[in-house]
């Protein structure tokens, strides 16, 4: 028999569809009239549904990691409120800040054009032109989306 989610105040979940279409996020966010959840009950919940309560050891902070709402510039802010200078900046992606107003318009200006495709674009070539004439010894460039598909790339060519 299968078991009815359940929130935080005991109420079953109102599920609208099958997976992750629910109102439970609401009440992280106030939306039902509760108050919003602090760090310390979003680390005790995360630790329900994620192995260690964190998707990476670095983040497993003690007593209990903060939890980020929202980021701007080299600042991050809590689900409590409360603004940390952000030293990482996502470890190097992040170099111009959180919502640097240049990035948001290139990106917004591409998405326009289409969000993700499954084929190759004029962008790609032009990118790879781009290191082959900037890099001493790149001849070709191959572009993966995570370090596992780099590394098999690099075996293979050794």
Request: glycine share 10%; aromatic share 6%.
């Amino acid at each position: 028999m299968a078991r009815r989610a359940q929130v935080p105040d005991g109420e079953p979940a109102r599920h609208k569809t099958r997976g992750c279409h629910d109102d439970t996020h609401l009440l992280r966010q106030g939306g039902r009239g509760g108050a919003a959840m602090n760090n310390e009950e979003l680390f005790r919940e995360s630790k329900r549904v994620l192995v260690g309560g964190v998707n990476s050891p670095v983040r497993a902070i003690s007593p209990y990691p903060f939890f980020v709402a929202s980021a701007s510039g080299p600042n991050l802010i809590d689900e409590e409120g409360r603004s940390y200078v952000d030293y990482c900046l996502a470890f190097g992606p992040l170099i111009l800040g959180h919502g640097h107003p240049a990035v948001k318009r290139a990106v917004s200006e591409r998405l326009d054009k289409g969000w993700c495709y499954g084929t190759p674009t004029a962008q790609e070539v032009e990118y790879a032109k781009f290191i082959t004439n900037h890099v001493p010894n790149v001849d070709k460039v191959r572009c993966v989306n995570t370090g596992t598909e780099a590394t098999m790339t690099a075996v293979r060519l050794a």
